[in-house]
Structure formats: C-alpha cells, structure tokens
C-alpha cells in the first residue's frame, strides 16, 4: 500500500500556471507508475496524464495536450503536474495516483485525498 499526499493546488486566472506535487510514501516510488486524474463537480474521474515507473510519459489527455506536464524524481519520491495557460474547464479536484506495477497500462491502486484546482475567467 501506498500513501499519497497531494499539494500545490489553488486559485488561479485563466492563461497562469500551477505546479502540482504528490509526495508519496510506501512502496518504493521508483518501481510503479503514477498518475494524475482530475474530477469536476458532477462529472466522472477522468485521466489526465500517466508516467512509467522510470519516467516514460504516457499519451495525455486531449484537453490537456501542450498545457501539462507530468513528471517525477523518484529521488524525492515525488510526482509533479506542471499546469500551463489554464482555462476555466480544468477546475476540478486533482488526484494522483499510484500504478498497480511498472508501466501506466497495468491498472491503478492508491489514491491521493485530492487537491483542488480553480481557475477563474
């Protein structure tokens, strides 16, 4: 079992940036992959990016492709979602989380509490 904490989230306008963080304790961070989800007031989880266990970068989601980046130092054992030109849509509750093994494609386990995201027109 994993624990995940995450952190960085906030208020921001449209266009400006936020860096999110999800410290991770447990299972040896470098040996899963991790992901960030983000869940909007009455809608569903949805994925937004994944990385392998050693930082190999899964597809990211079409709404945020070219804005986000997701990236880890496994030595802090820390994950990152780097947030570029925000836009009111990506207001939602941010989730990491942590892969069942190596590689995104293998399911995911633990859940972060979530940090929440607004961004303001």
């Known amino acids: 079992q994993v624990q995940l904490v995450e952190s960085g989230g906030g208020l921001v306008q449209a266009g400006g940036s936020l860096r999110l963080s999800c410290a991770a304790s447990?299972?040896?961070?470098?040996?899963?992959?991790m992901g960030w989800f983000r869940q909007a007031p009455g809608k569903e989880r949805e994925f937004v990016a994944g990385?392998?266990?050693?930082?190999?970068?899964?597809p990211y989601a079409d709404s945020v492709k070219g804005r986000f980046t997701i990236s880890r130092y496994n030595a802090k054992n820390t994950l990152y979602l780097q947030m570029n030109s925000l836009k009111p849509e990506d207001t939602a509750v941010y989730y990491c989380?942590?892969?069942?093994?190596?590689?995104?494609?293998?399911?995911?386990?633990?859940w972060g509490q979530g940090t929440q995201v607004t961004v303001s027109s």
């Open positions: 990385i392998s266990g050693s930082g190999i970068v899964s």
């Open positions: 989380a942590a892969g069942l093994g190596y590689w995104t494609t293998q399911g995911w386990g633990d």
């Open positions: 447990g299972r040896t961070f470098g040996n899963y992959a």
